[in-house]
């Protein structure tokens, strides 16, 4: 008559330990994942005052993208002015949802590799804006001096030289009842 009330109470015990696992994935974020997918990097017509090409008229790009913790770094073909890359469905990072008083953090570096030149950018995206779900487009830079035709003085220039566009797909914020 003993042999029973332990069977039931392992019984219960392996049952009160699954529904506690099912809790504790569910507070921490375990099922609850942002998806941040490469879908495409433009490189874009970036020209000086006299009307050449900034950098190269061929670059070997190489972009080094974060989300959160989690690194993508995508090796491009040479391009060109105006020539768009479309990354493979692999070019994906998962990260946990950031608590509610967290943010969730890109960072993307293009890379020229041939002459190692690094231009980077970042965006932030908090819980008041579902942490950036949807299409985004994140412009890294491309900066580089002019001499003033007229002073003969370096004016720092800036303009946006490559556009990643990114998916980011966020859980459902509601939760569900067993």
């Known amino acids: 008559m003993n042999e029973i009330p332990a069977v039931i109470d392992r019984r219960y015990s392996a049952e009160s330990s699954i529904i506690l696992m099912m809790q504790h994935h569910q507070?921490?974020?375990?099922?609850?994942?942002?998806?941040?997918?490469?879908?495409?990097?433009?490189?874009?017509?970036?020209?000086?005052?006299?009307?050449?090409?900034?950098?190269?008229?061929?670059?070997?790009?190489?972009?080094?993208?974060y989300a959160g913790y989690s690194k993508l770094v995508l090796t491009l073909p040479p391009m060109l002015e105006g020539q768009i890359y479309f990354a493979p469905s692999t070019a994906t990072l998962s990260v946990p949802v950031p608590p509610n008083t967290g943010q969730l953090v890109l960072i993307a570096t293009m890379w020229e590799l041939t002459h190692n030149i690094r231009d980077p950018m970042f965006a932030v995206f908090d819980k008041n804006s579902n942490f950036g779900s949807g299409i985004r487009a994140l412009n890294t830079p491309k900066i580089w001096f002019e001499l003033n035709p007229i002073f003969r003085k370096p004016i720092l220039m800036r303009?946006?030289?490559?556009?990643?566009?990114?998916?980011?797909t966020t859980p459902s914020l509601t939760t569900a009842t067993f």
């Open 27 to 65: 507070n921490d974020g375990y099922e609850s994942i942002v998806t941040v997918r490469v879908i495409q990097v433009r490189r874009l017509t970036v020209h000086d005052m006299w009307g050449s090409v900034i950098r190269y008229a061929t670059e070997n790009p190489q972009l080094e993208f």
């Open 159 to 168: 303009a946006n030289g490559y556009e990643i566009t990114v998916q980011i």
